[in-house]
T-cell receptor, first 115, second 115 residues
Framework: QKEVEQNSGPLSVPEGAIASLNCTYS??????FFWYRQYSGKSPELIMF????GDKEDGRFTAQLNKASQYVSLLIRDSQPSDSATYLC???????????????FGTGTRLTVIP | KAGVTQTPRYLIKTRGQQVTLSCSPI?????VSWYQQTPGQGLQFLFE???????NKGNFPGRFSGRQFSNSRSEMNVSTLELGDSALYLC??????????????FGPGTRLTVL
């Protein structure tokens, strides 16, 4: 089982709709989670960082974390064509006894917002 | 404020050679992390340096190493290059430890081709 799994999509939503991106992770001990956005041919950008169960909102973006079910999601409200990109979920995992964290990425979900 | 800069932007090497990539973080940022991105494996975390010390690391062989200087600039070295090392190498900087902050900025990357 991969450490982080995402539906690769593509996910298409109409402009103005809510886009829902999901991610599951395998290590129950994981504590911190990230969402990145990457436009085609560009470097990733960090959108959200969440470590507490529940919702974290930042503008049109809401990250949701459910540690019991081991999933983290990203909601984009009022989707815009400029939101069309690949969204990467990442999870911090600390291998036992190493004292060093490793960051695992999902393969990304490609989102297209249709005008 | 200048962004994260990486040099060189493009590099072609042959198998067995070694390569050194450089990253200059945003002024005032103390953490530099390195990533490898390939079409097959996606985005993978290599390691993070903070205050000249490696703090976190991914699952890469010892051929991949790095260091950070007192001015926070960082270098990454890959020895005995293999064809599979062909990738986009990204660095990112953060004001604090990467994994405890939602502030992280990526550079444009160095495209390494191994022939």
């Amino acid at each position: 089982q991969k450490e982080v799994e995402q539906n690769s999509g593509p996910l298409s939503v109409p402009e103005g709709a809510i886009a829902s991106l999901n991610c599951t992770y395998s290590d129950r001990g994981s504590q911190s989670f990230f969402w990145y956005r990457q436009y085609s041919g560009k470097s990733p950008e960090l959108i959200m960082f969440i470590y507490s169960n529940g919702d974290k909102e930042d503008g049109r973006f809401t990250a949701q974390l459910n540690k019991a079910s081991q999933y983290v999601s990203l909601l984009i409200r009022d989707s815009q064509p400029s939101d069309s990109a690949t969204y990467l979920c990442a999870v911090i995992i600390e291998p036992l006894g190493t004292g060093a964290n490793n960051l695992f990425f999902g393969t990304g979900t490609r989102l297209t917002v249709i005008p | 404020k200048a962004g994260v800069t990486q040099t060189p932007r493009y590099l072609i090497k042959t198998r067995g050679q070694q390569v050194t990539l450089s990253c200059s973080p945003i002024s005032g940022h103390r953490s530099v992390s390195w990533y490898q991105q390939t079409p097959g494996q996606g985005l993978q975390f290599l390691f993070e340096y903070f205050s000249e010390t490696q703090r976190n690391k991914g699952n890469f062989p010892g051929r991949f190493s790095g260091r950070q200087f007192s001015n926070s600039r960082s270098e990454m070295n890959v020895s005995t290059l293999e064809l599979g090392d062909s990738a986009l190498y990204l660095c990112a900087s953060s004001p604090g430890l990467t994994f405890s902050t939602d502030t992280q900025y990526f550079g444009p990357g160095t495209r390494l081709t191994v022939l």
